[in-house]
């Protein structure tokens, strides 16, 4: 009872201070985020950036969005080799893009939607959401149980699960912000889904399924969906894409 007790308050806590870091974040100022982010110099511990040729393309894809997405400070873009087919944004105003995920595009177009996805998160602040709940839970686990504790980590994973809807959620604003940029700098929105069609088409080969209730991303084909209706709904074409310059 004791500990069903202790599970109670850390998940109702994590809930509720979770609500707290949302509504701290959208009451930031952009002067008072970029002053925040400027103390973060992290070593995440991607790997090694390489390729500084192709660095530089996806920089000056970056820097294109600038007058379709108003961010209070400059993104900086790191290329580094690897397989795995993926981005994100990391506080300190920094993108890392994976080699794999320009192994998995065809298009300009189809690698700039990922961009700017990327950038919406920086524009939603995400990362800051994503950051301020993970020191919730660290230190609730903590109080609870010690910070050494195996229950801790079980602890985490729980509540990583029950937040995946929410991730998913996040995720669906920065594919929608992530059309309107594109729209902004094409004039039509083709190759927003050729990456999640790609990946479909992998799991399908594959014969595996993921278990996207459980992940942080939306279901494949969910987002192919959503996205299509979006741009129908406003109106948004979709031509033919351009070659992928960055090969």
């Not at 087919?85 to 893009?97: D, I, L, R, S």
């Not at 080699?99 to 939603?124: P, Q, R, V, Y």
Request: aromatic fraction near 8%; charged fraction near 20%; charge should be negative.
């Amino acid at each position: 009872m004791l500990v069903t007790g202790v599970l109670v308050f850390v998940f109702i806590g994590y809930w509720a201070l979770g609500l707290v870091v949302d509504v701290a974040v959208d009451y930031l100022s952009d002067e008072q985020e970029a002053s925040l982010l400027t103390e973060f110099d992290i070593d995440w511990g991607f790997g090694e950036e390489s390729m500084p040729d192709e660095q530089a393309k996806l920089q000056d894809l970056v820097d294109a969005f600038k007058p379709c997405l108003s961010l209070p400070y400059p993104i900086t873009v790191s290329l580094v080799e690897s397989d795995m087919v993926n981005a994100m944004a990391v506080p300190g105003g920094k993108m890392v893009v994976f080699s794999g995920l320009l192994d998995s595009l065809s298009s300009t177009n189809g690698l700039m939607f990922i961009l700017a996805h990327e950038l919406g998160h920086f524009k939603n602040r995400d990362h800051l959401r994503l950051m301020g709940r993970g020191i919730v839970l660290s230190i609730l686990a903590t109080l609870a149980f010690g910070g050494d504790s195996g229950i801790s980590d079980i602890l985490a994973s729980t509540i990583n699960l029950r937040t995946a809807k929410y991730s998913q959620t996040r995720e669906s604003q920065a594919d929608k912000t992530a059309l309107h940029a594109l729209q902004c700098h094409f004039g039509h929105v083709g190759g927003a889904t050729e990456l999640f069609e790609s990946l479909k088409s992998q799991e399908e080969e594959s014969d595996f399924e993921m278990l996207h209730y459980f992940d942080t991303h939306p279901e494949l084909q969910q987002r192919i969906d959503d996205l299509d209706h979006l741009s129908q709904e406003l109106g948004f074409s979709q031509e033919k894409t351009q070659e992928l310059i960055t090969q």
